[in-house]
């Protein structure tokens, strides 16, 4: 079946330390996107990437970083320099310039 | 991207017609409407988009103002399992650059 898996689904850190949050599709898509959700809003857009080894800032990257060595992978780190990094961190894809994006299960990220 | 506004809730009946607004007074002329809806505690799942014509597809149906600045997803028929977050979101990219998506509307359905 093809869809786009997010591991581990719960997450927890000790304040301080880096993490990389895995995201891996299988439907051949070149777009890939990483959003951050807190209780109760809407979801903001981390980083972007529309095409292999290029990726692009979105709304909230401070703190943040990832790498696109390969179109079905699209790994978020959350770096110590992310101040508040409890969150659901969800990845999405689609085919460039088509609409829908596909969404994966999301990781729930707890820092303690 | 352009702002849209939804009320925060809204509860209906099972197996009845539900009807979500969302105004978008500042909608520029390339912007697409699109609707995506979230179950707790998964990720958001495309429900429909649409330019200036209405549109219907499986899960629902969208109407859009003649002048744009409103549109509403019309869910036919409500199930249980149509409860949910429901966002509706503005993009003139396609989408490509990232989606913004507001608080969106939450959709209570008593049995």
């Known amino acids: 079946d093809g869809g786009i898996t997010q591991s581990p689904k719960y997450l927890f850190r000790k304040e301080g330390q880096n993490v990389t949050l895995s995201c891996e599709q299988n439907l051949n898509h070149d777009a890939m996107y990483w959003y951050r959700q807190d209780p109760g809003q809407g979801l903001r857009l981390i980083y972007y990437s529309q095409i292999v080894n290029d990726f692009q800032k979105g709304d909230i990257a401070e703190g943040y970083s990832v790498s696109r060595e390969k179109k079905e992978s699209f790994p978020l780190t959350v770096t110590s320099a992310q101040k508040n990094p409890t969150a659901f961190y969800l990845c999405?894809?689609?085919?460039?310039?088509?609409?829908?994006?596909?969404f994966g299960p999301g990781t729930r990220l707890t820092v303690l | 991207d352009a702002k849209t506004t939804q009320p925060n809730s809204m509860e209906s009946n099972e197996e009845e017609p539900v009807h979500l607004p969302c105004n978008h007074s500042t909608i520029s002329g390339t912007d697409y409407i699109h609707w995506y809806r979230q179950l707790p505690s998964q990720g958001p799942e495309y429900v429909i988009h649409?330019?200036?014509s209405n549109v219907n597809n499986r899960m629902a149906s969208l109407a859009i103002a003649e002048d744009r600045k409103s549109s509403t997803l019309i869910l036919h028929r409500a199930t249980l399992r149509d409860a949910a977050v429901y966002y509706c979101i503005l993009n003139s990219g396609g989408g490509a650059d990232g989606l913004t998506f507001g608080k969106g509307t939450h959709l209570i359905i008593q049995p």
């Open positions: 999405a894809s689609s085919i460039i310039w088509e609409v829908e994006q596909f």
């Open positions: 649409g330019l200036t």
